[in-house]
């Protein structure tokens, strides 16, 4: 029969503790990481749950098709003349195509643009290659108003260009502002050519 000392029992009890401890660092362990495993899942679901949410909101301030439409606007130039211009629209404003002849490209060439009020040449205001047609808004800069000179027999003022009968601004053949109150030329938007009849504008 084996005798148990008291040296003994004493290393027994140190080695259960032992034991007793492991066992309870390892059931912690486990109920870390299940509890991450549980947090890291509630992110998850709840992130995908915003992405599903937020996808629509973002789409439904998408344009539409039909306002992506009115963004740009095809013009048919082939049956302008030099000399000619037409009066059409783009984003619900006017806009005016004209057709320049050899002797307003001169004209609006001979201005030195530095002395102008709002400093532009022609080259600046036309598509490289393609001097002799004009793109402007036909909206006067001074407040707004329509200027005449884009229809047959209309007042083109004491430059060749375009008129406002609101106020008298006066524009050259570069549709350049040259007497009256309006501060700025009329605007020429952004726009290329399609092929060698047709302008797409925006």
């Not at 870390?32 to 937020?54: E, L, P, Q």
């Not at 001074?142 to 200027?147: A, D, F, I």
């Amino acid at each position: 029969m084996r005798r148990v000392t008291g040296t003994s029992l004493q290393g027994l009890r140190c080695m259960a503790s032992v034991e007793h401890t492991d066992s309870q660092g390892l059931s912690g362990g486990d109920g870390v990481r299940r509890r991450d495993f549980i947090n890291i899942a509630a992110v998850s679901f709840a992130g995908v749950g915003a992405v599903a949410v937020v996808i629509p909101l973002v789409d439904q301030m998408n344009p539409s098709a039909d306002v992506l439409a009115l963004a740009s606007t095809e013009v048919d130039i082939s049956s302008i003349q030099p000399g000619q211009a037409i009066k059409t629209t783009f984003r619900s404003q006017p806009l005016f195509v004209r057709h320049l002849t050899e002797k307003e490209i001169a004209e609006a060439d001979k201005v030195d643009a530095s002395g102008l009020r709002d400093p532009q040449t022609l080259e600046e205001r036309t598509v490289d290659g393609k001097k002799n047609w004009l793109v402007t808004m036909g909206v006067c800069t001074h407040l707004g108003c329509v200027p005449l000179g884009a229809g047959e027999g209309e007042n083109k003022g004491e430059f060749g260009g375009y008129f406002c009968p609101c106020h008298g601004s006066h524009y050259d053949t570069a549709a350049r502002i040259r007497k009256g109150p309006a501060p700025k030329n009329l605007e020429v938007p952004k726009f290329s050519f399609t092929s060698d009849t047709a302008i797409l504008v925006g």
